[in-house]
């Protein structure tokens, strides 16, 4: 059974930085794609980044270019998300999911194993 587990998460002043760390087990790891998506209150959870299945190619969403980085370790089994200069706009739940892919996508539809969660929450 595959399990993706979110840590990292929680309250932090604007300006803050935060590491978000998704750790997978249920499956081989450096055989698929990741990704976060984030979903803020009342809507709908967009794309954030990807990392391809060694890291060597990620995408990062326009709107978090030159602040968050998406990056991985194989052995550890473990995706990350470090989020620089955090402003109010970035409070959502960050969710990782997994591809069936060496490659990743910005579609979530293209996911097929997803975390539950971690709540980031930036104040002004």
């Known amino acids: 059974q595959v399990h993706l587990v979110e840590s990292g998460g929680g309250l932090v002043q604007a300006g803050g930085s935060l590491r978000l760390s998704c750790e997978a087990s249920?499956?081989?790891?450096?055989?698929?794609?990741m990704a976060w998506f984030r979903q803020a209150p009342e809507k709908e959870r967009k794309f954030v980044a990807s990392?391809?299945?060694?890291?060597?190619?990620?995408y990062g969403a326009d709107s978090v270019k030159g602040q968050f980085v998406i990056s991985r370790d194989n052995a550890k089994r473990t995706v990350y998300l470090q989020m620089n200069s955090l402003q109010p706009e970035d409070t959502a739940v960050y969710y990782c999911?997994?591809?069936?892919?060496?490659?990743?996508?910005?579609?979530?539809?293209?996911?097929?194993?997803w975390g539950q969660g971690t709540q980031v929450t930036v104040s002004s």
């Open positions: 999911a997994a591809r069936s892919s060496i490659w990743g996508s910005p579609y979530q539809s293209e996911y097929y194993y």
């Open positions: 249920g499956l081989t790891f450096s055989h698929v794609a």
């Open positions: 990392i391809n299945w060694n890291g060597g190619t990620s």
